[in-house]
T-cell receptor, first 113, second 114 residues
Framework: GQQVMQIPQYQHVQEGEDFTTYCNSS?????IQWYKQRPGGHPVFLIQ?????EVKKQKRLTFQFGEAKKNSSLHITATQTTDVGTYFC?????????????FGQGTILTVHP | EAQVTQNPRYLITVTGKKLTVTCSQN?????MSWYRQDPGLGLRQIYY???????DKGDVPEGYKVSRKEKRNFPLILESPSPNQTSLYFC?????????????FGPGTRLLVL
């Protein structure tokens, strides 16, 4: 099945510092989704990227899809304590298995005030 | 309020005792899916359903069954639970997978199999 590697596994930052998590695939992706899961909570959909080189912003969050559609990143500018949680990328399999969704292992972000 | 509900939220059972975790959505979504979450392994898809009566395997279907007899419900069945199925389970739904539509997750069911 589809495989996606997510790094780093953990990231500790001081409040106000930036944070980036990366997802990499050995195969070309049709799209990539990003989710956030707060401690003790359920995953919450953030965004989907579809186009090569696509860049989307949501306030302090910037999402990028690589030109070759094999990698993606989520960047948070000036982290806040409310950004604490685990960030996951997820990719759909292609063809007739489009409903099959594979998640990266996630990056756990802690923010020290 | 748009939501995905799961029941029970917590369950302790013993090996071999059949159980069902229910999942229901009120958004008229076509797509529903089950995931399990384990420390260090992230979220792994168990089964998904593109529509009523259409289900397919995810990455970890062994030991699980599902059915989709009506659009709003997608129960997860463990016919003979084993300790390695101790996990946190999430149900999710969206209008259509991978089309930019938000996938909504339920609150989770924490299962302990003794």
């Amino acid at each position: 099945g589809q495989q996606v590697m997510q790094i780093p596994q953990y990231q500790h930052v001081q409040e106000g510092e930036d944070f980036t998590t990366y997802c990499n695939s050995s195969t070309t992706l049709s799209n990539i989704q990003w989710y956030k899961q707060r401690p003790g909570g359920h995953p919450v959909f953030l965004i989907q990227l579809v186009k090569s080189g696509e860049v989307k912003k949501q306030k302090r969050l910037t999402f990028q899809f690589g030109e070759a559609k094999k990698n993606s990143s989520l960047h948070i500018t000036a982290t806040q304590t409310t950004d604490v949680g685990t960030y996951f990328c997820a990719v759909n399999a292609g063809g007739t298995s489009y409903g099959k969704l594979t998640f990266g292992q996630g990056t756990i972000l802690t923010v020290h005030p | 309020e748009a939501q995905v509900t799961q029941n029970p939220r917590y369950l302790i059972t013993v090996t071999g005792k059949k159980l069902t975790v229910t999942c229901s959505q009120n958004m008229n979504h076509e797509y529903m899916s089950w995931y399990r979450q384990d420390p260090g392994l992230g979220l792994r898809q168990i089964y998904y359903s593109m529509n009523v009566e259409v289900t397919d395997k995810g990455d970890v279907p062994e030991g699980y069954k599902v059915s989709r007899k009506e659009k709003r419900n997608f129960p997860l069945i463990l016919e003979s639970p084993s300790p390695n199925q101790t996990s946190l389970y999430f149900c999710a739904s969206s209008l259509y997978p991978g089309a930019g539509e938000t996938q909504y997750f339920g609150p989770g069911t924490r299962l302990l199999v003794l």
